[in-house]
């Protein structure tokens, strides 16, 4: 066994990309590393330039048209786009997905429907989004659909899967799966488990363009941050089942809450351990993991962090590209390795090796190698 090194503190290197927010429409996007706002006019209006020359418009309507069919055919006029549209409904939002064929770009566009800002029941404001880019660069696609789908409408939509991921994939019924504790049971969907798995391929080859540039970090948090989102509602049961049966719901103490970080924290030390580092398969999806116990560092690290949110204890995770490896973070008091990071003295959880919350090898406790990613 390697030789363990406990430190009180060692504080290292941040990087923080963070989602945008518009206060008056209540909307988040949280577009690929790299975009810059270049136009608009802040409030309804606007414009960014991309990953290589890449294009993401967006513009909220508000009673200018009647029904999305409408928009539709007025972007369609305004463009004179060659694209399909095709309608569908996103958590009880009507929105219409469009590809995009226009002059020399080629892309893909969502409208969607937002929650009036007076709370009324009325007549619904609408989002359309284009994102776009030269014809010849079809590679680029990706970042078109990551870029749409990182769309929340509003604030609880942030722990969903996105809206062309459901479009795409649509999640089928609801059944009841063995988990990975024994004895206990949760509502799994049909379709959960392969959704999750092409959203992280996807997301996997846009993490991996930003190697070996400035934006490499930031891609890391938004890539773990986006599977994160992706998963939480694919697997909200069972995480709360899981929960109950180790008494997080009932921790409410200092120590209570350090008893049920060890016992999480034990319990997906217990997964078999796999790594492929040959390409996203490193991380398998969290449908699959919390069912089959089995799974990387970086996914055990995410469900650790999960399980205790769901119990109210603030959590993240921590990353090394230097290292290969994913760490859970945990606010939680008791003697250990800590990390400082966004105002918080975290307590560092090993996910994939037999020690103590708190614990890590010293071959690992170089600070400066380690980022953490805070994830909701």
Not at 332 to 356: C, P, S
Request: charged content about 20%; proline content about 3%; aromatic content about 12%.
């Amino acid at each position: 066994m390697k030789k363990l090194f406990i430190l009180l503190v060692f504080i290292p290197v941040l990087a923080l990309a963070e989602p945008m927010y518009s206060p008056t429409w209540g909307f988040h996007i949280d577009l690929p590393e790299g975009y810059k706002y270049v136009d608009g006019n802040g409030i309804d209006v606007f414009s960014f330039s991309g990953y290589e020359g890449l294009m993401f418009d967006l513009m909220v309507y508000k009673d200018r048209f009647n029904t999305l069919l409408e928009l539709i055919n007025f972007v369609n006029e305004r463009l004179s786009n060659q694209g399909d549209v095709d309608f569908f409904q996103y958590r009880d939002k009507q929105a219409a997905v469009m590809s995009l064929t226009f002059g020399e770009q080629i892309g893909w566009g969502l409208a969607i429907e937002l929650e009036n800002p007076d709370g009324s029941s009325g007549k619904r404001p609408v989002l359309l989004a284009l994102a776009y880019g030269p014809a010849d660069r079809r590679d680029l696609e990706l970042f078109h659909l990551s870029a749409l789908d990182s769309i929340c409408p509003t604030t609880a939509d942030r722990y969903y899967p996105g809206p062309l991921t459901e479009y795409s994939y649509p999640r089928g019924t609801a059944k009841s799966a063995p988990i990975a504790v024994r004895g206990l049971s949760a509502m799994i969907r049909d379709n959960d488990a392969e959704a999750a798995q092409v959203l992280i391929e996807r997301e996997f080859i846009i993490y991996n363009a930003y190697l070996n540039t400035q934006y490499l970090q930031a891609a890391a948090i938004r890539y773990y941050r986006f599977v994160y989102r992706d998963s939480y509602d694919r697997i909200a049961d069972a995480v709360a089942a899981i929960v109950r049966n180790f008494g997080g719901h009932s921790a409410v103490t200092d120590e209570q809450k350090r008893v049920f970080a060890q016992r999480t924290l034990a319990f997906v030390q217990g997964f078999h351990y796999e790594r492929d580092l040959s390409g996203s398969a490193d991380f398998i999806n969290l449908v699959t993991v919390v069912q089959e116990g089995r799974g990387s560092c970086d996914s055990h690290s995410v469900l650790f962090a999960m399980l205790l949110a769901n119990a109210n204890i603030r959590s993240a995770i921590m990353l090394s590209h230097h290292y290969s490896h994913a760490m859970g973070l945990a606010d939680v008091t008791g003697v250990g390795t800590r990390i400082n990071f966004y105002g918080v003295q975290w307590l560092v959880a090993e996910t994939t090796a037999k020690f103590d919350i708190g614990q890590i090898t010293e071959d690992m406790s170089d600070g400066r190698l380690w980022f953490g990613v805070m994830l909701d």
